[in-house]
C-alpha cells in the first residue's frame, strides 16, 4: 500500500483516479509491483490515501479494461500475468451458457426451435455442389444471390428502395459497423458521436480506426437534438452510431419525431448515421435513417439475434446509390464472405421456413422476458417482449459493481451499465439482464428470483 501511495503522491495532476490509474501503472513499470500480486482492498486504499471508494474502484475498472489488472470475484484485484485473457475476454464470456456453474447472462443466447436442422441441410446442399465453387475466390458475381438473398430478407423494413448493389455481407454486425466507418472515416483524428450509454462495439471500432468517440446525451426518447447538434459542430464529428429501434443497453426505442429531428440535425451538421439494428427481434416501430436523412443513412442488421449468432453473418446496407464504396472497404479489409459461407446463408434465408423459424425464436424469448418480468416487475424495469434483454435500474442500497459481484456470487453473470458507458462517462447504477434460451425456463426463472432477493436485501451500508 505504500508503495502506491508513493507513487499516487508523485503523480502529476488530473482527477484523482486518474492520478491512481498513473500511480499504479508507474509501480508496476518500475517492477515496485509484479504480474501477480494482488492489489489492497478497494476500502483499504481509500482510507490509506485519502480518497473515496469510488475513486479506488474506478481507477481500478480503467486498469481493468485495459488488461493491467484481472479482477476475480471473491478473491481480489490482481496485476495481471502477461498475455493473461482474464481481464477483458469479452468475446469468451459472452458466447458460453454456463461458465463453471454460473448462468451466463452477458449477451442474449437463442433456443434451438428448428434452425440448426436448417443449417445441418444446407451445409448438405453446399457439399453436394459443383467442386468448383468450393475452389475459388468468391467475386462480386459469385456473391450475387447471397446479396439478392438479404436484400429478400430485409423487405420488409423501412429502408427505402433496396437494390442487392446496396448490400454488403459482413462477419455479423460489429463487421459491418467497422466496414461503415472505415468507409466514411478521414483525416488523422476522426470524431464519432455515440450515446451516453451505448454499444461498446462502437467503441471498440472507433479504436481500431484510431478515431475519438464523444457521448452525446439522452432523455427518455433517446439523443437529445440539441446536444448532438451542439457537440457535432464542436468535435467536428463525421459519424453518428446509434440504436434508435432498440437502444443498448436501454431498450429505449427513438419516436418517429425525434429520428426525424436527428436527421435534420445530420444533414445541418454534414453527419452520416450508422444505424445498428442488430438487437430487434420484431417489427420495425417507425423508419430508418436511410429514409430519414437520405444519402446519410448506413444500416447495420444480422442474423445473430433472429436465428443464430454461429455463422457471424451480417448486413451493412448503404444509402442509395453509395454501395460501390462500402463494398471497396469491404473488398480491401477481407475480400468477401468465404463462398461456401455466402451460399449458406443464401439458402437459410430463401428457405420459406426461415421466417417461421425467426418469429419461433422471438416467441421463445419472449416467454423469458414475461419470466422475468414477473419476477423483477415490482421494481423499475424497462423492458420489451421482442427485446431479448432487461434493463434494471437498481434500487437505493445497491450500486452496480457491488450489485453484480452479489449476482455473481449467486451463481449469476450480469452486465453493469459502466461495460456501456465511456470510461470518463457517468453510467446509473443499473444492470442488464440478458435472455439465456439456451437453459431450461425454470432454470431461468429461479435465477430471477435470486435477483430478486437480491435486490430486495441491498447491503446496509451503501458505498459512497
Not at 7 to 25: C, G, H, N, S, T
Not at 254 to 263: G, V
Not at 298 to 323: E, I, N
Request: net charge neutral.
Amino acid at each position: 500500500m505504500d508503495t502506491i501511495s508513493k507513487f499516487y503522491e508523485a503523480a502529476a495532476p488530473a482527477p484523482k483516479y486518474r492520478m491512481l490509474a498513473q500511480a499504479i501503472r508507474d509501480a508496476i513499470a518500475h517492477n515496485a509491483l509484479s504480474a501477480g500480486d494482488r492489489l489492497p482492498p478497494v476500502r483499504d486504499l481509500a482510507w490509506h490515501l485519502g480518497i473515496t471508494p469510488g475513486t479506488v474502484a474506478r481507477a481500478y475498472t480503467v486498469l481493468t479494461d485495459d488488461k493491467v489488472l484481472t479482477a476475480e470475484v471473491g478473491r481480489g484485484t490482481f496485476v495481471s500475468l502477461p498475455n493473461s485473457a482474464v481481464a477483458d475476454d469479452v468475446w469468451n464470456r459472452q458466447v458460453a451458457r454456463m461458465t463453471n456453474g454460473l448462468l451466463n447472462l452477458f449477451a442474449p443466447q437463442l433456443p434451438d426451435v428448428g434452425q440448426v436442422a436448417l443449417m445441418r441441410d444446407a451445409m448438405g446442399r453446399i457439399g453436394e455442389a459443383d467442386p468448383l465453387r468450393l475452389m475459388t475466390y468468391p467475386t462480386r458475381a459469385s456473391h450475387l444471390p447471397a446479396r439478392r438473398a438479404a436484400a429478400h430478407w430485409l423487405r420488409g423494413l423501412p429502408l427505402g428502395g433496396l437494390d442487392p448493389d446496396d448490400v454488403v455481407l459482413t462477419h455479423g454486425g460489429q463487421s459491418g459497423i467497422v466496414t461503415v466507418l472505415q468507409t466514411l472515416l478521414h483525416g488523422p483524428r476522426p470524431v464519432i458521436l455515440v450515446e451516453d450509454l451505448s454499444y461498446a462495439g462502437f467503441r471498440r471500432a472507433a479504436e481500431l480506426l484510431r478515431a475519438e468517440v464523444v457521448a452525446v446525451p439522452m432523455d427518455a426518447q433517446g439523443l437529445v437534438p440539441e446536444a448532438l447538434e451542439t457537440l457535432a459542430r464542436r468535435h467536428g464529428a463525421q459519424v453518428l452510431c446509434t440504436s434508435p429501434e432498440v437502444h443498448n443497453p436501454t431498450g429505449l426505442c427513438t419516436p418517429p419525431e425525434r429520428r426525424r429531428q436527428i436527421a435534420d440535425v445530420a444533414t445541418r451538421a454534414d453527419l452520416q448515421i450508422l444505424e445498428d439494428d442488430c438487437y430487434r427481434m420484431g417489427t420495425p416501430k417507425a423508419a430508418t435513417y436511410r429514409v430519414l436523412a437520405p444519402g446519410r443513412g448506413w444500416h447495420v442488421s444480422s442474423l445473430s439475434k433472429t436465428l443464430t449468432p454461429a455463422l457471424r453473418v451480417g448486413f451493412a446496407v448503404a444509402p442509395q446509390g453509395r454501395g460501390g464504396a462500402l463494398r471497396k472497404a469491404a473488398e480491401y479489409g477481407y475480400f468477401g464472405l468465404a463462398q461456401p459461407l455466402a451460399e449458406m446463408m443464401e439458402q437459410l434465408l430463401v428457405d420459406p421456413r426461415a421466417e417461421g423459424l425467426a418469429d419461433a425464436v422471438r416467441e421463445r424469448v419472449g416467454e423469458y422476458i414475461r419470466v422475468a418480468v414477473n419476477a423483477l416487475g415490482a421494481f423499475e424495469l424497462s423492458w420489451h417482449v421482442d427485446v431479448p434483454f432487461l434493463w434494471l435500474p437498481l434500487p437505493p442500497g445497491w450500486r452496480a459493481a457491488a450489485f453484480t459481484r452479489a449476482a455473481e456470487g449467486q451463481g449469476i453473470q450480469i452486465r453493469s451499465a459502466d461495460e456501456f458507458a465511456l470510461r470518463d462517462g457517468r453510467a446509473p447504477h443499473a444492470v442488464r439482464i440478458a435472455v439465456n434460451a439456451q437453459v431450461p425456463l425454470a432454470r431461468f426463472e429461479a435465477a430471477m428470483q435470486t435477483l430478486r432477493g437480491l435486490l430486495e436485501n441491498p447491503p446496509e451500508q451503501i458505498s459512497v
